[in-house]
T-cell receptor, first 114, second 112 residues
Framework: EAEVAQSPRYKITEKSQAVAFWCDPI?????LYWYRQILGQGPELLVQ????????DSQLPKDRFSAERLKGVDSTLKIQPAELGDSAMYLC????????????FGPGTRLTVT | GENVEQHPSTLSVQEGDSAVIKCTYS??????FPWYKQELGKRPQLIID?????GEKKDQRIAVTLNKTAKHFSLHITETQPEDSAVYFC???????????FGDGTTLTVKP
């Protein structure tokens, strides 16, 4: 069964450093989501792509976060500089349709900023 | 924007009992309501969903009900088993806008 892939699974970085996460959605899924999940809370949408276009990045802290999906397939989320409050699980998900279908989640990247 | 509230935050039941988790939403434009189960250290996985044109949906021991007028929906698990222990998230989605908002989750513990 196809799954969403993410790497790395775990990342420890010092504050003020740059960090990047990668996501490969299920083949053929046009919609890709990046979520941040703080322990004890539900996933919070950071950015949503439809193919290569951003359709929602209203909750993305654009002064330090950036995301791209250049060819409409895999995607990279970057944080520069990282802050202590960025420590969280970063989940990528994909769906075949825009918001109307099941979202398939990747295993996540656990980020710890020291 | 949409606001989803989920209750309770923790729920402990005896094996064989039923468990009910409730969510309320604020945006009447939301029309798709999935429930996800997240086991410790694993990814969230869809367990059941319901669309706004349906009032109830059942899949074996799991059921979801939706009250559009009151803007709330609930997850019902019957004959609970220890393997049902996990964090459960509800979400409300506006499929026209392509936007989903998640609740903060309910940690369900089923005691053998």
């Amino acid at each position: 069964e196809a799954e969403v892939a993410q790497s790395p699974r775990y990342k420890i970085t010092e504050k003020s450093q740059a960090v990047a996460f990668w996501c490969d959605p299920i083949s053929g899924h046009a919609t890709l989501y990046w979520y941040r999940q703080i322990l004890g809370q539900g996933p919070e949408l950071l950015v949503q792509f439809q193919d290569e276009s951003v359709v929602d990045d209203s909750q993305l802290p654009k002064d330090r976060f950036s995301a791209e999906r250049l060819k409409g397939v895999d995607s990279t989320l970057k944080i520069q500089p990282a802050e202590l409050g960025d420590s969280a699980m970063y989940l990528c998900a994909s769906s075949s349709d825009r918001g109307s279908d099941e979202q398939y989640f990747g295993p996540g990247t656990r980020l710890t900023v020291t | 924007g949409e606001n989803v509230e989920q209750h309770p935050s923790t729920l402990s039941v005896q094996e064989g009992d039923s468990a009910v988790i409730k969510c309320t939403y604020s945006d009447s434009a939301s029309n798709y309501f999935p429930w996800y189960k997240q086991e410790l250290g694993k990814r969230p996985q869809l367990i059941i969903d319901i669309r706004s044109n349906v009032g109830e949906k059942k899949d074996q021991r799991i059921a979801v009900t939706l009250n559009k007028t009151a803007k709330h929906f609930s997850l019902h698990i019957t004959e609970t088993q220890p393997e049902d222990s996990a964090v459960y998230f509800c979400a409300a989605s506006n499929t026209n806008a392509g936007k989903s908002t998640f609740g903060d989750g309910t940690t369900l513990t089923v005691k053998p």
